[in-house]
T-cell receptor, first 113, second 111 residues
Framework: GAVVSQHPSRVICKSGTSVKIECRSL??????MFWYRQFPKKSLMLMAT?????????EQGVEKDKFLINHASLTLSTLTVTSAHPEDSSFYIC?????????FGPGTRLTVT | GENVEQHPSTLSVQEGDSAVIKCTYS??????FPWYKQELGKRPQLIID?????GEKKDQRIAVTLNKTAKHFSLHITETQPEDSAVYFC??????????FGTGTRLTVIP
């Protein structure tokens, strides 16, 4: 299947700082990328849909000013968690969609202290 | 929007036995149904998918069936092996919309 990379894989930051997570589709162009959050032993919760060249569409309950998404090109989307707090600690996974299939990045474990 | 339900939440089978995981969906317009396998701390991996124009698809020990009338689809794993142990997620999507995921099934294959 297609390859999606995500960086960093782990990050620890202090409360109040911002963290940027990058998601890249390495061998295909993804017009649409998704950002998910996953709590331990839970399913994937869609946070937002990111379309190249346009504003992201956020799911209900997700603060767009806190979770900034930029989809600058067909192969790169970034998620910035602004003014992070301990409750933002989670596993964040991006996903890129081809024609039908949707592939996931390896995830980023964010810990806010 | 779409609502996907998945059962069971946990499943234990003896090595060599079969495992079946079932999902139902609510939106009759959904036409794409992938299954993902997620090992602890890893990314979900697409293992098989089916589109609404077919009723069954098989890939070695894995098969998926789809009943559009009843709006349910199932994952079948035969001759299970310990490395099949993971969390499995079903999902459904209509056209270019988002994937809606089930709540996951933790499969344990006992050697």
């Amino acid at each position: 299947g297609a390859v999606v990379s995500q960086h960093p894989s782990r990050v620890i930051c202090k409360s109040g700082t911002s963290v940027k997570i990058e998601c890249r589709s390495l061998d295909f162009q993804a017009t649409t990328m998704f950002w998910y959050r996953q709590f331990p032993k839970k399913s994937l919760m869609l946070m937002a849909t990111s379309n190249e060249g346009s504003k992201a569409t956020y799911e209900q309950g997700v603060e767009k000013d806190k979770f900034l998404i930029n989809h600058a090109s067909l192969t790169l989307s970034t998620l910035t968690v602004t003014s992070a707090h301990p409750e933002d600690s989670s596993f964040y996974i991006c996903s890129a969609r081809g024609i039908y299939e949707q592939y996931f990045g390896p995830g980023t474990r964010l810990t806010v202290t | 929007g779409e609502n996907v339900e998945q059962h069971p939440s946990t499943l234990s089978v003896q090595e060599g036995d079969s495992a079946v995981i079932k999902c139902t969906y609510s939106d009759s317009a959904s036409n794409y149904f992938p299954w993902y396998k997620q090992e602890l701390g890893k990314r979900p991996q697409l293992i098989i998918d089916i589109r609404s124009n077919v009723g069954e698809k098989k890939d070695q020990r894995i098969a998926v069936t789809l009943n559009k009338t009843a709006k349910h689809f199932s994952l079948h794993i035969t001759e299970t092996q310990p490395e099949d142990s993971a969390v499995y997620f079903c999902a459904a999507r209509e056209g270019a919309n988002n994937l809606f995921f089930g709540t996951g099934t933790r499969l344990t294959v006992i050697p």
